[in-house]
């Protein structure tokens, strides 16, 4: 419930408009809840109702906003929640309030997410509704110097155009700085996309001629050619990944794990019965990271299929999670194990060395055991 909570103050990956309703939502928020303190000490208590009914109304929108994305029904209930909370606030406190002002700069709030014809009319309900506020103030309270002020009114009047006509201009120029950096985005992941994709077809390409070479081969040498050809694959996947998705620098663990692990069964297991569980705390990864641990998991899998499971069945599992500030990742299988884990690690082949660089790569310490199985676990 909690982290729920607090998921609420988190702003998403998305446009600069939503993430700008984002923050007027939470500032929102924390001047209302400072304004509830203020009133409860000045015993306004029917102030404190208003404000509290108000908080709870944009908490409800802050988290339609994060569920739904839709910037406009979030704006319309943004805006007319705060605007029947000040003219109640106003009408109950005869006028004598800040929240006049706010009533004024209200309409700038909509000006960046609603349409032109929306936010004048918008801005015209307002101002009508301030005008009755007043003509009712002037029929219940004829005592109220404000509505007997001319020169008052007229400078409330004023101020409200002139406050409107700066909201004008500023609408234009930061609707024309949303639209050139909206451009500016589409450009730039257009070209991300397109550059992944073209790795991972040279890439995959790489891997055909490595495997094409590999048909001319017998025994150990065709062996190792396969080897290389499932390392190059399991770059690949990443790239093709990241142009299919629309994070272009963080990776899915599990999907990505799934991906190579189905890839690596394909080709040394179809014949078996090999299970393979992964579990993540961690949604995603960098793309480094994820770079480094799949040439890592590619020699872990291909050396637990090959060698692991003589009667042809058994299960794999991996695990990512936190631990102590910093990112562990266990492999285990439930093989025949080793009666010496470590001198396993001390092996002069291509496929420890790609360990160990990995390993140093991520700036990790890798750990071998043997309870049941062999383990692995590396924390970086």
């Known amino acids: 419930m909690f982290s729920s909570f607090i998921s609420l103050f988190t702003i998403p990956h998305s446009s600069p408009k939503h993430v700008l309703l984002y923050r007027f939502?939470?500032?929102?928020?924390?001047?209302?809840?400072?304004?509830?303190?203020?009133?409860?000490?000045?015993?306004?208590?029917?102030n404190c109702t208003v404000e509290a009914s108000l908080t709870a109304i944009l908490f409800f929108s802050l988290w339609h906003l994060q569920r739904y994305g839709n910037i406009k029904i979030s704006a319309y209930m943004f805006t007319f929640s705060i605007s029947i909370a000040l003219f109640t606030i106003i009408f109950l406190n005869h006028f004598a309030t800040m929240s006049v002002v706010f009533i004024l700069l209200l309409p700038l709030t909509t000006l960046i997410f609603l349409s032109m014809k929306e936010s004048l009319l918008l801005t015209a309900l307002l101002f009508i509704t301030m005008a009755a506020l007043l003509y009712i103030e002037h029929l219940d309270n004829p005592a109220n110097p404000?509505?007997?002020?001319?020169?008052?009114?007229?400078?409330?009047?004023?101020?409200?155009?002139?406050?409107?006509?700066?909201?004008?201009?500023?609408?234009?120029?930061?609707?024309?700085?949303?639209?050139?950096?909206?451009?500016?985005?589409?450009?730039?992941?257009?070209?991300?996309?397109?550059?992944?994709?073209?790795?991972?077809?040279?890439?995959?390409?790489?891997?055909?001629?490595?495997?094409?070479?590999?048909?001319?081969?017998?025994?150990?040498?065709?062996?190792?050619?396969?080897?290389?050809?499932?390392?190059?694959?399991?770059?690949?996947?990443?790239?093709?990944?990241?142009?299919?998705?629309?994070?272009?620098?963080?990776?899915?663990?599990?999907?990505?794990?799934?991906?190579?692990?189905?890839?690596?069964?394909?080709?040394?297991?179809?014949?078996?019965?090999?299970?393979?569980?992964?579990?993540?705390?961690?949604?995603?990864?960098?793309?480094?990271?994820?770079?480094?641990?799949?040439?890592?998991?590619?020699?872990?899998?291909?050396?637990?299929?090959?060698?692991?499971?003589?009667?042809?069945?058994?299960?794999?599992?991996?695990?990512?999670?936190?631990?102590n500030g910093k990112t562990c990742f266990i492999y285990y299988d439930d093989g025949i194990g080793s009666s010496a884990p470590h001198t396993l690690l001390e092996r002069k082949s291509l496929g420890i060395k790609l360990i160990h660089l990995t390993a140093r790569q991520l700036k990790g310490e890798l750990t071998i055991s043997s309870p049941q199985g062999l383990h692995f676990e590396v924390e970086f």
């Open 146 to 323: 404000l509505v007997h002020n001319q020169q008052a009114l007229f400078n409330l009047a004023y101020t409200a155009l002139v406050i409107y006509l700066f909201g004008l201009m500023y609408h234009f120029a930061i609707i024309k700085t949303f639209q050139e950096l909206d451009e500016s985005n589409t450009q730039k992941a257009m070209l991300l996309k397109e550059v992944h994709h073209r790795v991972k077809n040279n890439l995959n390409m790489i891997s055909s001629i490595v495997g094409l070479h590999s048909n001319t081969l017998n025994g150990k040498e065709q062996e190792e050619m396969i080897k290389t050809q499932n390392r190059i694959a399991s770059i690949a996947i990443v790239h093709e990944m990241l142009y299919k998705h629309d994070h272009f620098a963080q990776i899915d663990f599990k999907l990505y794990m799934q991906r190579l692990s189905d890839l690596l069964l394909g080709m040394y297991a179809f014949d078996k019965h090999i299970d393979i569980h992964i579990e993540s705390s961690i949604k995603h990864m960098p793309l480094e990271t994820m770079v480094q641990l799949g040439i890592m998991v590619n020699e872990f899998i291909t050396n637990s299929l090959k060698y692991a499971f003589p009667d042809g069945k058994g299960t794999i599992t991996m695990d990512l999670t936190r631990k």
């Open 25 to 46: 939502h939470i500032v929102t928020i924390l001047v209302n809840v400072f304004a509830i303190l203020i009133d409860a000490y000045m015993q306004r208590y029917a």
